[in-house]
């Protein structure tokens, strides 16, 4: 197991609760295989080969090409909620965070080339509360492996990522956590978080942003961007062409004319 903070030295990591080393077992589509790998990072610059747009919401477009579901559950009942997380563009009117210098949803110049003009965030309406809603990544095929930039960790937020086992329920097999005292943190600047696990039994992650300070106690500006799921799914060969009904019967034919023909000169 390793975990590597981009420039952050000091976190929390709880350790694995269920030391499993059995595989999980992985239903593969019928047009593509997966394979644990240092896949593309999700930048949500290009959604499915789509421009993205401010508001909108992001659920299944990375499935086929990172093998990954995002989508948003109640930070108080746990349930699942209709509404998935969604795209924010850098700049305002904010949507996600009160930013760098201010600005609604800005950047910090030193992460703003990191993270371009777009990134994700919870429902984009700022709904507070005493816990956020929570932006959950599913898995088609269990990964190892995973790397992501978090925005805007400052004053007296906390940050949890937690990693399990099954896209339902299952294991918890760890929880990392960043606050607002770690290195390469702060208001506008993005915090890049790599974890490797060390056997392929991610299915599901959980983000989860807290303020522990009044008046804004439990509300929280999620800004995730840069997100590698560690699953790489390629395309399968493509199969062959068929042949035209009739192309063997055409082929056949010529050859016994061009065998009649030779019959003929030899004659």
Known sequence: MFIDFKFVSHFVVYG????????????????????????ASITFEDIAGMPPVDGLEITNQFAATAGVTFGLIDGSTGSALAQGPVLAEVGGPGTAFGGFGGGG?????????????????DDGLGSGGLRNPILVAEYSVASSFISADILDLDFSETFE??????VTGGNLLNTIL?????????????????YDHGAAEI???EFEGRSNRA??????????????????????PPSPIPLPAGL???????????VLRARRKSA
């Not at 694995?16 to 790998?37: D, E, P």
């Not at 960043?178 to 790599?194: E, K, M, R």
């Open 248 to 258: 063997p019967l055409m082929l056949a034919g010529l050859a016994g004319f061009g």
């Open 161 to 166: 990522i937690r990693f399990y086992d099954a």
């Open 215 to 236: 008046p804004t106690i439990g509300f929280f500006g999620l800004g995730f961007d840069n997100f590698n799921s560690g699953v790489e799914i390629e395309p399968l």
């Open 105 to 121: 949803d800005t950047i910090a110049p030193g992460s703003a080339a990191q993270i371009g003009n777009f990134f994700l965030t």
């Open 203 to 205: 299915l599901r992650v």
């Open 16 to 39: 694995k609760h269920n030391m499993k080393t059995q595989a999980a077992a992985i239903s593969f589509a019928s047009l593509m295989f997966a394979t644990s790998a240092s896949a």
């Open 178 to 194: 960043l606050s607002a005292s770690s290195p390469n943190t702060g208001n506008g600047v993005a915090t890049t978080v790599n």
